[in-house]
C-alpha cells in the first residue's frame, strides 16, 4: 500500500529491508544437469536392478548369454531414458526460467526470482518442499506436483514413479555480505526446510 507524503501525493513504498537481494546469477545447465542426476540416481539406484533381475531369471533356469546380455542391454536402456527424462528439462520451455539469469529477493513472505525491474516471478515459502546446504550454496527443492494434478491411472503412476526433480541453486558467491548469508539460513530453518 502507498502511504501519502506532505503535499497529498502517494509515493511507492519500498522494499523490505529485511529483504536478502543477490547478485545476477545463472544456472548452467550442465551443472544443472549434473546435480539433478545425482540426487535421482542416489535416491533410485534400486530401480535399475529391476529389469536386470527380471531379465537374469530366466537364465537361472536355462542357463544363456543371451539373457545376460538381454538383461545388461535392458538395464542399460532404462538407465539412458531415466537420464534422458531428467536432461529433457533443460530443453523443454517450461523450464526455460531456471536457466535464465536472474537476482534473486528473499524474504519472510516469498523468493522473487528477477529478470530485470519489471519482470520477474514470485515462489512462496510452502511450493519448496526441503532445503540442502550444500558446498557451494543452496539447493531448494521445489514440492512435486500432487495427485490432483496428475493424470490418473497408469499415466498417473509413471508420473508419480519417475518424477523430476525441479531446484533452484543459490549458490554462496551471489550473496552480498556474511550477514545475507546468515538471514539466509535464519528463513530457511524458521520455514523447518532445512535439515540439521
Known sequence: ???????????????NPL????????LDKN??????????????????????????LPAIFSFSWWWVAGAIIVTLLFVLLRSA??????????????FEKLTYEVDQRQILLRR????????????IERAQKKDSGYMLWLQPPNNAQLPGGWKGWVARTF????????????????????LMESYLRRKNLLAE
Open 116 to 127: 530485470n525491474e519489471r519482470e520477474g516471478m514470485a515462489l512462496t515459502w510452502d511450493m
Open 85 to 98: 527424462q531428467v536432461m529433457s528439462v533443460t530443453q523443454v520451455e517450461q523450464g526455460s526460467p531456471l
Open 31 to 56: 551443472d544443472y544437469t549434473r546435480m539433478a542426476l545425482g540426487q535421482v540416481w542416489s535416491k533410485s539406484w534400486w530401480q535399475a536392478l529391476i529389469p536386470l533381475v527380471l531379465f537374469l
Open 19 to 26: 529483504a536478502i537481494r543477490t547478485k545476477k546469477y545463472q
Open 1 to 15: 500500500m502507498q502511504q501519502p507524503n506532505q503535499r497529498g501525493r502517494r509515493m511507492a513504498q519500498g522494499a
Open 163 to 182: 518424477q523430476v526433480p525441479v531446484f533452484i541453486h543459490m549458490p554462496f558467491r551471489i550473496f552480498n555480505s556474511p550477514n545475507d548469508l546468515k
